[in-house]
Antibody, heavy 124, light 107 residues
Framework: QVQLVQSGAEVKKPGASVKVSCKASGYTFTTYYMHWVRQAPGQGLEWMGIINPSGGSATYAQNFQGRVTMTRDTSTSTVYMELSSLRSEDTAVYYC?????????????????WGQGTMVTVSS | DIQMTQSPSPLSASVGDRVTITCRAS??????LNWYQQKPGKAPKLLIIDAYNLQSGVPSRFSGSGSGTDFTLTISSLQPEDFATYYCQQSYSTPRTFGQGTKVEIK
């Protein structure tokens, strides 16, 4: 079945970087864009950006510009989200979520499949 | 960026109640409004697409309506498994944005 499996929890010190992985299975990896969404403890959902697994291009939310990098490895059907210069406010669960539209990213597309989430804790 | 505002928050209700959650966009988003359900410790689950289309497998007690800037999610008869947090999300423009969430609690 279609699923996204993310890497395990991370604990990082302020100023460090974290790289979270999301391995896709059950569908053709390069045909669906992938989003990253995060959720701070007790808070709502925040969109971070989207990557095209085929070409590798990414679009990032303004709040994360300069600190986030999304990449992919087509040989393992895995997307990665790296966040640098971590601060305590980055403590959150990070989700990958598949974009529902095939071969593109358009108005009306939804987050149809989600990973299980990866807890990232930033603490000195 | 388009701001999404939900009300009420939280919402206290009993099993069997009819429940309505409202979502308002800061500008018109046509019908590009989706609803997700999230239970504690779990990823969000897609419920409704484009304001009123039920995702496959979602019970028919869930329904959505609205267009432009004002939308509603209705649960016709609240079941024990429906106690959760509900988020609206616009797919009209980038960045994608969510409402702050409405937690449906047991009264």
């Amino acid at each position: 079945q279609v699923q996204l499996v993310q890497s395990g929890a991370e604990v990082k010190k302020p100023g460090a970087s974290v790289k979270v992985s999301c391995k896709a299975s059950g569908y053709t990896f390069t045909t669906y864009y992938m989003h990253w969404v995060r959720q701070a403890p007790g808070q709502g959902l925040e969109w971070m950006g989207i990557i095209n697994p085929s070409g590798g291009s990414a679009t990032y939310a303004q709040n994360f510009q300069g600190r986030v990098t999304m990449t992919r490895d087509t040989s393992t059907s895995t997307v990665y989200m790296e966040l640098s210069s971590l601060r305590s406010e980055d403590t959150a669960v990070y989700y990958c979520a598949r974009n529902s539209g095939i071969y593109g990213y358009r108005n009306g597309d939804v987050f149809d499949i989600w990973g299980q989430g990866t807890m990232v804790t930033v603490s000195s | 960026d388009i701001q999404m505002t939900q009300s009420p928050s939280p919402l206290s209700a009993s099993v069997g109640d009819r429940v309505t959650i409202t979502c308002r966009a800061s500008q018109s988003i046509s019908s590009y409004l989706n609803w997700y359900q999230q239970k504690p410790g779990k990823a969000p689950k897609l419920l409704i697409i484009d304001a009123y289309n039920l995702q496959s497998g979602v019970p028919s007690r869930f329904s959505g309506s609205g267009s432009g800037t004002d939308f509603t999610l209705t649960i016709s008869s609240l079941q024990p498994e429906d106690f959760a947090t509900y988020y609206c999300q616009q797919s009209y423009s980038t960045p994608r944005t969510f409402g702050q969430g409405t937690k449906v609690e047991i009264k």
